[in-house]
């Protein structure tokens, strides 16, 4: 099948009264399918059920929600697999990226539901990833396409996100073998600092699909994307090697800043955002459309989860099992 960059993002179903799961139960097809061919959806003016039925409305959408694993982000469970959104501090904003693009597999679906929308701003932005492809240089992504890109992840004992918790394990040698399982590159630094390397594709296909789509999170962990006095107190503290993230070509040779300063642009032209109101579910389809947060005042609380697990080395394609 070729897609096309729809227009609309996200399209917007507004309630005429129908529960929710009704609504699912009658229109699913059609709402799967206007959400791959779109990137995402907007359900709004539903009387959701707070946590517990948004935790059914992923169900009946898409199946049972995903732990979250092999985590980069400060996070934690409301109620069973359904988290909050990522806990940094409200006047930071979080760049556009598609959801562990880093990962050997990923979630095809995302959900985010809004118990209390901000005072102002706090958006989660949508890019279309395949208009982000297209606004790339040729010359850029046909570099990226053939070197690959390169996440280089450093664990310290006292900063950050501990390995055992993005691991879900104090076991070194269980970290070991997930690791091995999933092409990364484990080293040992000290009595307890862990550096992961991991090298990825940048250009994807999503199943059911010839349209390339810039899916990786290249962008995302480069320490140039941080606000500058991030960026300057992260490099005091740990050097350039001790980073606890940041990317690099597959080579591992670093990428120019005129290269990320395109790529970010890339990015940034091709965003669309609307506000929340109280009780919308958005749901995003992780490898249409990339997703971020703007900066905001007030208290903000949005609860996600993740479905339909993806990995391109597997055989079958998770939705078709689902639909069978």
Known sequence: MTDTVAAGLPVTVESDGTPVLELIESRRAELRAALVEHGGLLLRGFDVGGVDGFDRVVRALSGEPLTYTERSSPRHSIKGRVYTSTDYPPEEEIFLHNENSYQAGWPLTLFFYCIQPPGTQGATPLADVRQVYRNIDPEIRAEFER????LVRNFHADF???????????DRDEVAGYCAANGIEA???GRNGLRTRTVRDAVHRRPGSDVPRWFNHATFFHVSTLAKDLQEALLAMFGEDGL???TYYGDGEPIPADVMDHLRAAYRAASVRFDYRTDDVLVVDNMTAAHGREPFTGPRRIAVAMAEPYRPDSRRDPIEQQEQ
């Open 187 to 189: 080293e040992w630094i």
């Open 160 to 170: 950050g996100t501990p390995w055992q918790q993005v691991f879900n394990t104090d």
């Open 147 to 150: 070197r690959r890109w390169m």
């Open 244 to 246: 606890p993230t940041n």
